[in-house]
């Protein structure tokens, strides 16, 4: 019989699973972050004691795994002082003649839509240690970035 036929099981023809990727370089969190990453965990801890499916089981197992790895290699950070713009601290600027604000925080705890940045992310690096009242270049235009206020949650 020709291989091109032959049948081992249907395990072969399944997309493998792969870890999920773990982002670069140190793990820098916010006190919310930490308690996110908390919550998280015994979240998936609650959905892996209620699993029966073996297909759930391993993907609840994965994303724990990651969570975990997450909560050991955190690093909290202490709370920005104001004055410039640093991990933890809101800023308020102008790009594109339109006001944002933007709160910049660790990887797993960013999300744009409502608000916060990851530190790693081209515009925070471009934001980051700018004082209020600073124009800044980015994306290959100068001036860009008009930095208009910052703050410090209380």
Do not use: C
């Not at 713009?85 to 944002?100: D, I």
């Not at 790693?120 to 800044?136: F, I």
Request: zero cysteines.
């Amino acid at each position: 019989m020709s291989v091109a036929f032959r049948r081992d099981g249907d395990e072969e023809h399944l997309e493998p699973r792969f870890e999920i990727p773990i982002p670069p370089g140190p793990n820098r969190v916010t006190a919310r972050g930490q308690r996110l990453i908390t919550e998280r965990i015994a979240g998936l801890e609650a959905q892996l004691a209620g699993a029966a499916d073996e297909a759930v089981v391993k993907a609840l197992k994965r994303d724990l795994r990651y969570w975990q790895t997450r909560q050991i290699t955190a690093e909290l950070m202490p709370p920005p002082g104001g004055k410039t713009v640093e991990f933890g601290a809101t800023v308020t600027f102008r790009l594109n003649g339109q006001q944002r604000v933007l709160t910049l925080v660790g990887d797993d705890e960013a999300d744009p839509a409502s608000g916060t940045i990851a530190w790693t992310a081209p515009l925070a690096r471009a934001l980051s240690g700018a004082e209020a009242g600073d124009v800044l270049d980015f994306g290959g235009r100068e001036e860009a970035i008009e930095v208009l206020k910052i703050e410090v949650a209380g």
